[in-house]
């Protein structure tokens, strides 16, 4: 039901809507759309609302982008999709100003040349791929294998790149670091952990190939460790220039998103206590002191078991009820310490 301030009335009430072509003039030139306007339903006078204002807003874009054939902000994010690109390195590969490319999926309209330029990419992957030979050094080299190998996937070459990027393992701890909000390493093991088991409870596939170790402070995944010890105990910051989300996609995703609303509102230190309490862990460690270094494996195995009893165990239907688990585990951290 619509409802708005009638200022006859002087009460909210209902309201019909009515469409109504309207001329508008933009720079000289005149576009036409139809207006929506919607009318008190006890008198008939004019009611003004913010939807409508929007709405009509958007008609006037589209009939102006559309008369001037200027690009939309959907068609520009096809171009990211497509290309798996970022919004910034899409602007320097592109020549612009770094938020140029922000700017306009913002709303700002891009003039005809830009637009122009954004049409051609879209359009054409040869041109696109001239781009990036082109101003390759302006873009990092992740970026520029990553939009590469899009490139070659368009142009039908099942061909990858030959330089491996990066392996699946770094991809989601970067998505996590990216989507977390303050990760540090230690919460980030943890997090990739869960993540590990609960994929494989709901979805019968382990999330990534590699196995973790029993150290100290809980599971560890060694190649992750190294890339990011610098950080210590501090939050870890990267910058990532291409869209990881267009990356990491569907069930992993999210999966991966569940894991770090629910385990990643948890410290490091709260996160590996819990990882003490379950089984997996428990059993690697086995025959060390508590504070005795190991580099024994977490087995897939026992990763596997254990992650599937818990999902029986809660009745887990669907991987928000993952909820229950991590505040379960929670509570046990704060009642036993
Ligand atoms: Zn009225």
Avoid at 141 to 149: H, L, N, P, W
Avoid at 296 to 315: L, Q
Wanted: hydrophobic share 35%.
């Amino acid at each position: 039901m619509n409802k708005g301030f009638c200022e006859k009335c002087n009460n909210m009430v209902e309201f019909e809507i009515k469409e109504i072509a309207e001329k508008v003039e933009i720079k000289g030139r005149e576009y036409g759309y139809n207006r929506l306007i919607g009318y008190c339903k006890n008198c008939g006078e004019e009611i003004s609302s913010n939807e409508l204002n929007d709405e009509n807003l958007i008609r006037i874009d589209k009939a102006y982008r559309s008369k001037e054939n200027i690009i939309t902000t959907e068609e520009i994010n096809k171009i990211l999709s497509k290309y798996k690109i970022g919004k910034k390195p899409l602007s320097k590969l592109l020549g612009w100003g770094e938020v140029t490319l922000i700017r306009y999926l913002n709303g700002d309209v891009p003039s005809k040349i830009y637009s122009d330029q954004l049409y051609k990419i879209l359009n054409d992957e040869e041109y696109m791929d001239f781009l990036v030979e082109k101003n390759k050094d302006l873009i990092t080299d992740r970026a520029y294998k990553i939009v590469k190998e899009a490139i070659n996937k368009q142009k039908g070459n099942e061909f990858k790149y030959n330089t491996s990027i990066e392996s699946e393992i770094e991809i989601i701890a970067e998505y996590i670091i990216a989507k977390g909000k303050e990760i540090t390493p230690l919460a980030l093991q943890k997090i990739l952990y869960y993540s590990q088991g609960f994929y494989k409870a709901f979805f019968g596939k382990f999330l990534v190939e590699d196995d973790c170790q029993a150290w100290v402070h809980g599971p560890v995944y060694v190649c992750i460790y190294e890339k990011y010890k610098e950080f210590k105990s501090a939050n870890i910051l990267i910058d990532i220039d291409y869209d990881i989300e267009d990356i990491i996609v569907d069930e992993k995703r999210e999966l991966l998103d569940v894991i770090i609303k629910y385990f990643g509102y948890y410290n490091g230190k709260a996160l590996e206590k819990m990882s003490h309490y379950e089984v997996p862990w428990i059993n690697a460690r086995r025959g060390f002191l508590p504070v005795e270094n190991s580099n024994n494996i977490i087995k897939k195995e026992d990763i596997k078991e254990y992650f599937e009893k818990v999902k029986n165990k809660y009745d887990m239907l669907n991987i928000l009820d993952i909820k229950k688990y991590s505040e379960d585990q929670f509570k046990r951290v704060i009642e036993i310490n």
